[in-house]
């Protein structure tokens, strides 16, 4: 008798998927392509848990569906293996991290494979491997061969800038450089040494070293990117982060931000996730004004987005930081001004932003002259204003600024309002556009206020339009080990690339993977980390690329991921070309997305790809959160007492392992083996059982409830796993863990089986013809899978699956020709079990090979109809009748009825209305 034996047959199929090769992406030219993505996982020692396949199942789902649909499918998986927990482990233990990384990647690569994805593993790529980081080092060096032309809107090669440098100097070349870059003509430029002419560049390359100030992380001993701060501390380890200035090489992606905005509207992305990408590029146009301090050479610029108010500043305001503010302190001022500036500068800027209620400041005694009127104003330092945006100081408009209008009430300083009601009634314009009636600007919106005050500031020369990101260009050193080293040596204090045959610079050994004892990073302690030129020996960069070098460019990768002359060929990444579908947790919403979209534009501008989106449509999965328990210690003993009685007694609440926990129901002797402590636990049970509290959390070890894949395979199997994850709710909601119902997704996989099973237990299907129920069953089903794949909600393909087999069974089916079609729509999902019954129906070929069944309206189409009998006036019965009867057998029917016949009484109807397929109509 053939049981359901769910682990062998999963076995099977999985050795058979890895023997037949059967995943390859292969390109058949008369087949459309479709690329499927998860965002890759960093190889953790912890391996996976139940949360993390969720994503690649709906992934998985899609490819074996697009496959099955006629599709050449790239579904590929790889690891993001540089990264800190590896290197803090090496720390502790002193095992290089390239082998915890291995391990890691080994049970990575067993548990994925145990879930039996479509993945093609020939294609997997590993951002630690130097094959792969080659590539990573490559494009890093055809960043620092590039600037940004404005004009031409790309990135162009360093060498075309210097060529426009030697014939007409930098004066009226439109390129992104720094903010304080001088002017200088071709002669100057061609007068410069070498030295100078590289100081210069670094200026314009796309990645450069500067001085900038960076969240350094002391207890960490390296830089983090903002996003991987929270509140002031390390995400990681929550480790106190400061501000602090460094030499850093940094990614010139600021170049990028109008375009990285202009892209977003191109991609099937959710709103909020393309709400946050514009939030953190955060474009404002407005313009920088100069203003003169009084009986001063300093002059302070500030940053507007409304110019057009500039009547109405009553002062100025600088950042705490700010080197100026410090230098116009006046001395019947300073010992005030001074000491708030102390407290300010303890508090970081995400603080001083996020608490809106203190407000303080200091007035410096200092006066700034109104360029527009000459008027005098007092110059403040204040909390609000940053240091890190526009030009750290502001005009303070009070009558038209919350925070201004907040500061000047405080500290009871002039507000002025600038708008007179002197439009048109109805003319109002609303918030963006109201009329101003100042001076040489009346009469006028607001946009064309600016435009004209711009106009007059660059006439004047007191200040110039422009266009503010909030974005700033992205920091890329650590000072760690476990990363890609840049391919940089320095010679006479600037930096040099290695030669592009060199590569990859491959991450040397050290003795240990701490920095030095005087700060240097770890790579400081390889013995021979130097560059040997025909001019002589020279040192290398220390520091190694950040986190999201190596996951910036994958996706490209995957399609030709051993390639030794190219990152890829162009054939190839131009036949996959974007992502059709990405899926990935949503908290890479900025740092990931931002990054390899900025890096495709690059590759882009090269010409070496031919997309500037990397990643067409995306969806986010929701967490899958923990479901945790909890037992209740009696303070004191080691008494434990049941969940419905705990409140008799004075208890604390102690996570247990939800994996010693069944329907809340605590295994008491797995609880005593579970610690030592606990071998002698007492309990006061409810009804003979202990039951546990429980809560939804994070999946956490530290609260006891990861819940691990492998075990609930083992229990249930693949199919199930994969089944119920989908099942648990839409994909990208947040919702917890609960095996409870894991059961009923268990016994549908049964129910299946059974259905190509008689009740002996042998494989049986018939070559009848199926009736017409079993095939509207059927292909209800199909219709609602297609209709789910299109809107990617997987818990309801789910649903429909579970009504399909149900009616199916009610109806006893047994056909081949309803049976064949129903494993192949249910092979994206449980792929394992319906491979067995594809087998079992004489097929020789894997069922990932089958085409899709073809969706048939017409077997949708009702054929009987409930009709609904009136009798003078009042429906009376409704009577179940074939749509192809004749208005006659229909009239026979209905008069036939029992219930009619009550009515009627034995009377003749005097009149009789028959619609057929909707209504009956009698009058007696
Ligand atoms: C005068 C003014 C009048 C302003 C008015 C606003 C409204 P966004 O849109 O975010 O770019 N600002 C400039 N630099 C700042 C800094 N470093 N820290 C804090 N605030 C700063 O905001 C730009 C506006 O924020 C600028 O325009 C400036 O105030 C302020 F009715 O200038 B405004």
């Not at 060929?569 to 990935?584: E, M, N």
């Not at 079993?774 to 429909?800: C, G, P, Q």
């Not at 579970?802 to 494993?823: D, G």
């Not at 449980?830 to 491979?835: Q, Y």
């Amino acid at each position: 008798m053939a049981e359901y034996t769910f682990r062998e047959i999963e076995k099977k199929w999985q050795a058979y998927w890895e023997k037949n090769q059967t995943f390859l992406a292969k390109v058949n030219p008369d087949k459309p392509k479709f690329y499927t993505l998860d965002m890759f996982p960093y190889p953790s020692g912890a391996g996976l848990h139940v949360g993390h396949p969720l994503g690649y199942i709906a992934s998985d789902i899609v490819a074996r569906f697009k496959a099955l649909k006629g599709f050449n499918v790239l579904h590929p998986m790889g690891y993001d293996s540089f990264g800190l927990p590896a290197e803090q482990y090496a720390i502790q233990t002193g095992q290089h991290p390239a082998i915890t990384t291995e391990q890691n990647i080994t049970r990575y690569t067993e548990q994925l494979k145990n879930i039996g994805f479509a993945f093609d593993w020939s294609k997997e790529v590993r951002t630690s491997n130097p094959d792969y980081y080659k590539w990573t080092q490559w494009i890093f060096m055809k960043l620092f061969n590039s600037y940004y032309d404005q004009d031409a809107d790309k990135a162009l090669s360093i060498e075309s800038l210097i060529s426009k440098f030697e014939t007409i100097g930098n004066a009226s070349v439109k390129a992104v450089c720094d903010d304080e870059t001088p002017t200088f003509s071709a002669d100057e430029w061609n007068a410069f040494s070498d030295q100078e002419k590289q100081e210069m560049l670094l200026k314009y390359r796309l990645t450069f070293l500067a001085e900038t100030t960076v969240n350094w992380c002391s207890a960490l001993g390296t830089v983090l990117s903002n996003d991987e701060v929270k509140d002031g501390f390390s995400e990681r380890g929550g480790h106190p982060v400061e501000r602090k200035k460094m030499m850093q090489w940094s990614m010139r992606i600021t170049a990028y931000a109008d375009r990285l905005l202009k892209g977003l509207d191109k991609v099937d992305w959710s709103e909020p996730i393309k709400e946050m990408q514009r939030n953190w590029i955060g474009k404002s146009i407005g313009a920088e004004v100069i203003f003169d301090v009084k009986d001063s050479e300093e002059k302070i610029k500030v940053f507007t987005t409304r110019v057009d108010t500039i009547y109405g500043v009553t002062y100025l305001a600088l950042a705490p930081e700010s080197d100026l503010a410090a230098a116009l302190i006046t001395e019947d001022q300073r010992e005030q001004a001074e000491a708030y500036i102390e407290v300010a500068k303890n508090r970081s800027e995400r603080e001083r932003m996020s608490d809106v209620k203190t407000i303080s400041g200091a007035f410096t005694g200092s006066y700034a002259i109104n360029p527009f009127n000459g008027e005098e104003i007092q110059i403040w330092v204040a909390d609000y204003v940053l240091a890190g945006y526009g030009t750290g100081a502001v005009m303070a408009v009070p009558a038209h600024d919350e925070r201004d209008y907040n500061f000047a009430k405080h500290f009871d300083l002039e507000i002025r309002q600038v708008i007179e009601g002197s439009m048109e009634e109805g003319s109002f314009p609303g918030k963006d556009g109201y009329i101003i009636n100042s001076g040489f600007i009346s009469n006028m919106y607001m946009k064309e206020a600016m435009i004209k005050a711009i106009e007059f500031l660059e006439e004047k020369g007191i200040g110039k339009g422009k266009i503010q990101y909030r974005m700033r260009d992205a920091i890329f050193t650590r000072q760690r080990y476990w990363g890609e080293p840049l391919p940089v040596y320095f010679k006479e204090g600037l930096p040099y690339l290695v030669d592009e045959k060199d590569l990859p610079l491959v991450l040397p050994e050290v003795d240990k993977y701490l920095p030095t004892e005087d700060g240097e990073p770890p790579l400081a302690r390889a013995t021979d980390w130097t560059y040997k030129t025909a001019d002589g020996e020279f040192p290398l960069e220390k520091s190694t690329m950040p986190g999201w070098a190596g996951s910036s460019w994958y996706f490209f990768r995957y399609t030709d991921p051993k390639n030794e002359s190219e990152f890829a060929d162009k054939a190839k990444t131009d036949y996959w070309g974007s992502v059709d579908l990405y899926i990935g947790g949503s908290e890479h919403a900025t740092g990931h997305l931002l990054y390899s979209r900025f890096w495709t534009k690059f590759l882009y501008d090269l010409g070496v790809v031919s997309i500037d989106e990397p990643f067409q449509k995306m969806i986010n999965q929701g967490m899958i959160q923990g479901r945790s328990n909890f037992v209740y210690r009696v303070k004191g003993t080691n008494q434990f007492v049941s969940h419905g009685l705990k409140d008799q007694y004075d208890t604390f609440a102690m996570h247990v392992d939800v994996n010693i926990v069944y329907n809340d129901q605590l295994n008491l002797d797995k609880f005593k083996a579970w610690r030592p402590d606990l071998a002698d636990a007492e309990f006061i049970l409810e009804d003979g059982k202990y039951i546990c509290g429980s809560e939804v959390e994070k999946m956490s070890k530290s609260k006891y409830n990861v819940v691990n894949p492998d075990d609930i395979i083992e229990r249930y199997g693949a199919d199930t796993l994969r089944l119920y994850e989908m099942f648990l709710g839409p994909l990208e909601q947040f919702k917890p863990w609960n095996t409870n119902g894991i059961d009923g997704v268990f016994k549908f996989l049964r129910k299946l089986w059974n259905l190509y099973h008689n009740n002996a237990g042998e494989f049986q299907v018939s070559d009848a013809e199926p009736s017409q129920k079993e095939y509207k069953a059927l292909h209800k089903a199909i219709k609602k899978l297609e209709e789910d794949m299109e809107n990617f909600s997987f818990n309801t393909s789910v649903s429909s699956f579970m009504i399909c087999v149900n009616e199916l069974t009610a109806l006893k089916s047994n056909k081949r020709k309803i049976l064949e079609p129903l494993a192949i729509l249910i092979s994206p999902y449980a792929p394992h079990i319906t491979e067995e019954l594809w087998s079992l129906l004489g097929n020789e070929e894997s069922i990932t090979k089958a085409t899709f069944p073809a969706f048939d309206e017409s077997y949708l189409v009702e054929s009987s109809f409930e009709y609904p009998v009136m009798i003078n006036g009042k429906m009376r019965v409704k009577i179940n009748l074939d749509l192809s009867l004749s208005k006659d057998q229909i009239q026979e029917a209905a008069l036939a009825d029992e219930t009619v016949k009550k009515w009627l009484d034995g009377k003749a109807p005097k009149k009789i209305i028959i619609v057929p397929g909707k209504i009956v109509n009698l009058v007696v």
